[in-house]
């Protein structure tokens, strides 16, 4: 079983649809991280979270340290949101343990 | 205020060939991450780099590869003896200070062993 569990695999969503990515985790952490790969293959940092809710535009990223659970939320999504989102945690040391990423299709 | 670089952004090597991959950290970093991503696999860690030392490499196969980080130049992934396995994207991340959970991703190399 991977420590870093995401769901749903695939994700297919009409443009302005709210969408929710989530993200279980079997280990303690010390932080979590929210990333996106779109194609062509480029990783970009959205959120780093130890704890509690960040928001950036129409991105909000949650965790829960108890449950061992996260969840990446795009409000008003659209079709350039369209990418593989992948959930990562800090275990030990500092190095990234990744989930297996989520790909997102938005359409117009 | 660049940020990671890696170079080259594509390498084709045939079998047997030696690969070298280059990062170059954020300016100011001097902590450095080299993952890897398998055709249709999730991203895994490989090797964890510090300035003239290499901080965990549990990542690490046993045999052909290698990584650096010297006091200056940019750090190097060396792959021996290029497998056809070893074709996959290859990432490096770089952060600021020991601790600190914040991590830069560069663009990647993508390599293809023919």
């Known amino acids: 079983k991977n420590e870093v569990e995401q769901s749903p695999q695939n994700l297919t969503a009409q443009e302005g649809e709210f969408i929710t990515i989530n993200c279980s985790y079997s280990v303690g952490i010390s932080a979590l991280h929210w990333l996106q790969q779109h194609p062509g293959g480029g990783i970009v940092s959205l959120f780093m979270?130890?704890?509690g809710k960040k928001k950036h535009g129409r991105l909000i990223a949650t965790i829960n340290i108890q449950e061992k659970h996260s969840s990446l939320h795009i409000t008003a999504s659209h079709p350039r949101d369209s990418a593989v989102y992948i959930c990562a945690v800090v275990v030990s040391g500092s190095r990234l343990t990744f989930g297996e990423g989520t790909q997102l299709t938005v359409n117009p | 205020n660049a940020g990671v670089m890696q170079n080259p952004r594509h390498l084709v090597r045939r079998r047997g060939q030696e690969a070298r991959l280059r990062c170059s950290p954020m300016?100011?970093?001097?902590?450095v991450y080299w993952y890897r991503q398998l055709p249709e696999e999730g991203l895994k860690f490989m090797v964890y780099?510090?300035?003239?030392?290499?901080?965990?490499e549990s990542g690490m196969p046993k045999e052909r590869f290698s990584a650096e980080f010297p006091k200056e130049g940019p750090s190097i992934l060396r792959i021996q003896q290029v497998v056809r396995g070893d074709s996959a994207a290859y990432f490096c991340?770089?952060?600021?200070?020991?601790?600190?959970?914040?991590?830069?991703f560069g663009p990647g190399t993508r390599l293809t062993v023919t």
């Open positions: 300016k100011g970093h001097s902590h």
């Open positions: 780099l510090q300035k003239e030392n290499i901080i965990d």
């Open positions: 991340a770089s952060s600021g200070r020991t601790g600190s959970y914040e991590q830069y």
């Open positions: 979270l130890s704890s």
